[in-house]
């Protein structure tokens, strides 16, 4: 009763066939039900679908601004902070990062500031890196005014001022900024030492200031004194990579400038006609707010768009001029770069790392004088990114879209990162216990071409994604100056292969050029009387591809040089030594 319950087996093709044989029957073979096949759409839609399970995490732990919330939740990104856990992509401060916070990044993660950038975000670091390189390069940091870091240098900054009176020589005008202060806050101008002692007496106990010479002949718009917000995107520090935005922010003071007296120094200058901090102004009665984005030419904020085009207006070349900007910003960060390469090769010290795991928007603050040369005055780690106006809304809104594009996070870099982890554990679990030299070798050629091509996919994505970031960094003359370094130091190093028929430029290699012949395999060189083969049996070939006329011919030997021995000095008894009286 079982066996009769049971369903009957599944017959294959074949025994159906032979049973129906047998029974005298028909053979009908069955059709086979066919798999419907998914769409294209429908099989793409599931993909996507699978790919955008995990998104793309921003931390915003210790960012304060609604702005970088904003344009994040605009990419499709995830807000998170420390409390939730979650292993996040980008993380985004206001602060300056500790070298022990880089070195717990995993590789997928990024953090948008670099170690060590307080050598140029801060007034007194500044101040001391670009006068160093004044005194190497002054031509070149010629932008930076004259500056000095006290109270270290404050015996040098004496000497500017009379020992008598304390009066400055050339009735020069100085401005002294705290390090650590913003917005404006604690900046005193001076002409006299009294003055300078005074400024130095607020400072609190262990804090220092820097003291430079005011611009004194500066560019002005309407008799305003302004400043420009010139934003610049660091995306990595070895190599260095640096992308200009095109836009930025004209800041104009509310007073018209007048040229600082004496008597209005000594009596306390009116602040909003010398300084152009948006914080000192926006509370002046004569501020005038910019309340739409057509209107860029309007109001005490305006853009740099505007300002290239008022300039052209002037008869003056934007284009220039927004070259020699371009150039500040590199000089200003070519000072430091070694430091900051030094710095995050030591808290990131993976071979396979390319330089990407950190990003850093600055604000550089640049002024001009009247002959169009610009000014370095401060340089921000963490520009404000507030948007109480549509103009700036507009300006960083767009601003913040492309960067978050340029940074290149994607919700599968954590995924490869775990199988690039795996492969890596597996070749060394299988790999010689005692590496040769060839294998490590290999390894190093095999990562150097992984990170090139890394390297160029990435080159070719910025020129896809950046609109308007524009890169200054590596600039042509330095790819150029690159290339010529590589190509001398081959030349050094005796890998160029010129023409085989060329006569020898060096002693001791037969067959002229590097000692190479036959395609490499068979030159031979002489060293000190030895001769090492060049490969499998192209040495004795070696003369044979080359023309006897175009062979050069053995040096002829140095004559050998003979040098007599030296007499042994002769001893004269002591009668000769006197002759007739006197001393011989």
């Not at 066939?17 to 099989?43: D, I, L, N, V």
């Not at 200058?269 to 010398?274: E, G, L, P």
Request: proline share 6%; glycine share 6%; hydrophobic share 35%.
């Amino acid at each position: 009763k079982a066996a009769a319950a049971s369903p009957p087996p599944q017959l294959s093709a074949a025994a159906r066939k032979r049973r129906a044989k047998e029974a005298g029957e028909e053979y009908t073979p069955t059709k086979k039900k066919k798999k419907k096949k998914k769409s294209s759409s429908s099989s793409s839609s599931s993909k996507s679908k699978r790919k955008n399970t995990t998104p793309i995490y921003i931390n915003l732990e210790q960012c304060k601004y609604q702005s970088v919330a904003d344009c994040a939740e605009g990419q499709g990104w995830a807000l998170c902070e420390d409390d939730d856990g979650l292993d996040w992509n980008v993380y985004w401060t206001d602060t300056s990062v500790s070298a022990q916070r880089v070195m717990r990044l995993a590789k997928h993660q990024k953090i948008n500031h670099f170690p060590g950038m307080r050598a140029i975000t801060h007034k007194v670091p500044l101040a001391k890196n670009m006068m160093r390189m004044v005194r190497a390069f002054p031509a070149e940091y010629a932008h930076v005014p004259k500056s000095w870091a006290l109270p270290t240098e404050q015996k040098l900054f004496r000497k500017k001022f009379s020992t008598k009176t304390g009066q400055a020589f050339s009735k020069k005008t100085y401005i002294l900024k705290p390090d650590h202060a913003c917005q404006g806050k604690g900046i005193v101008m001076c002409r006299t030492w009294d003055q300078v002692n005074a400024a130095l007496a607020g400072v609190g106990p262990g804090e220092t200031m820097v003291a430079q010479e005011y611009v004194t002949d500066p560019l002005l718009i309407d008799g305003h004194k302004f400043d420009l917000r010139v934003y610049a995107l660091v995306l990595s520090v070895d190599p260095l990579r640096i992308m200009l935005y095109d836009d930025g922010l004209v800041r104009i003071c509310a007073v018209k400038y007048k040229n600082p007296t004496a008597k209005a120094v000594r009596e306390g200058i009116d602040r909003t006609a010398h300084l152009t901090n948006y914080a000192v102004n926006k509370r002046h009665e004569a501020f005038e707010f910019n309340d739409s984005v057509e209107a860029s030419g309007v109001g005490n904020k305006r853009t740099i768009r505007w300002f290239r085009s008022w300039l052209e207006e002037k008869g003056h070349d934007s284009v220039a001029a927004w070259t020699r900007v371009a150039d500040l910003v590199n000089r200003t960060l070519l000072a430091i770069q070694p430091q900051l390469q030094h710095t995050y090769r030591t808290v990131i010290p993976d071979p396979e790392d390319v330089g990407f795991s950190c990003f850093e928007l600055l604000g550089f603050d640049v002024m001009f004088r009247k002959d169009l040369s610009p000014v370095l005055v401060e340089v921000n780690h963490s520009p404000s990114l507030t948007c109480d106006t549509p103009l700036d809304r507009d300006v960083k809104y767009g601003l913040l879209s492309e960067i978050m594009k340029l940074v290149k996070v994607s919700s599968g870099d954590r995924r490869r990162e775990q199988a690039r982890t795996a492969a890596g554990a597996q070749s060394r679990l299988y790999a010689s216990s005692r590496p040769n030299a060839e294998s490590s070798e290999r390894e190093h050629i095999l990562r150097d071409n992984a990170a090139a091509t890394r390297l160029r996919k990435r080159r070719s994505y910025e020129q896809r994604v950046s609109k308007n970031f524009h890169l200054i960094m590596p600039t042509d003359e330095a790819v150029a100056w690159a290339a010529r370094k590589e190509m001398a130091w081959a030349a050094s190093k005796e890998m160029a292969f010129p023409d085989p028929t060329a006569p020898s430029t060096s002693p001791g290699v037969v067959g002229g050029g590097a000692g190479c012949v036959g395609e490499g395999k068979g030159g031979e060189r002489m060293n000190g009387g030895r001769i090492d083969g060049g490969g499998d049996g192209g040495s004795k070939h070696a003369r044979a591809l080359v023309p006897p006329e175009a062979q050069a011919p053995a040096p002829a030997p140095a004559p050998r040089v003979v040098r007599k021995k030296k007499a042994p000095p002769q001893i004269l008894p002591d009668a000769s030594i006197l002759t007739d009286g006197g001393a011989k």
